[in-house]
């Protein structure tokens, strides 16, 4: 579903340069600014990376609330930006920030530690990992996925 976002203040000259999804959202990915730990995913329209930038706090639109967010702002667990930058083709947004607090939903620390696929795989293990029939298992989990899980904590 396509929606029309609203009118922005974002800078022209950075709206003009980004690439966004038919429902004009671009992927946010919020990274710890002092050790690179990638702690979540949002999504921005240009009011909410309009507001990002001049805030100093994440701000992001919610696909299921259809209704923009300031992360931290119901659980105390802010993210403060200390930088924002496009990746190369304009199409995602990486938002270094200093979390306070968990950054997932679930508590958790990151959003990204609850279902690994594959760990410490080691040099060239990409596309070279054999299958279970030749005698190597799968790397195992490293927990559960959560599922249905209510936003209280953004």
Known sequence: ???????????????????????????AIAQQYDTGEVLMLGWMDD?????????????????????????GDTSGHVQHV??????????TVLVQVDQVGAACHTGARTCFDADVLLKDAGPGAA?????????TAPPESAGEAVSDVPPAAQ
Do not use: F, N
Request: glycine share 6%.
């Open 47 to 71: 009011e909410a990376l309009h507001r990002t930038l001049t805030t100093g706090r994440c701000t992001y639109w919610s696909r299921s609330r259809q209704e923009y967010w300031v992360k």
């Open 127 to 135: 596309g070279s990992a054999r299958s279970e029939s030749a005698g």
């Open 1 to 27: 579903m396509t929606r029309t976002p609203p009118p922005s203040s974002l800078d022209p000259e950075i709206a003009a340069r980004l690439r966004r999804s038919a429902d004009g959202l671009v992927p």
């Open 82 to 91: 200390k930088s924002v930058a496009l990746d190369c083709d304009a199409d």
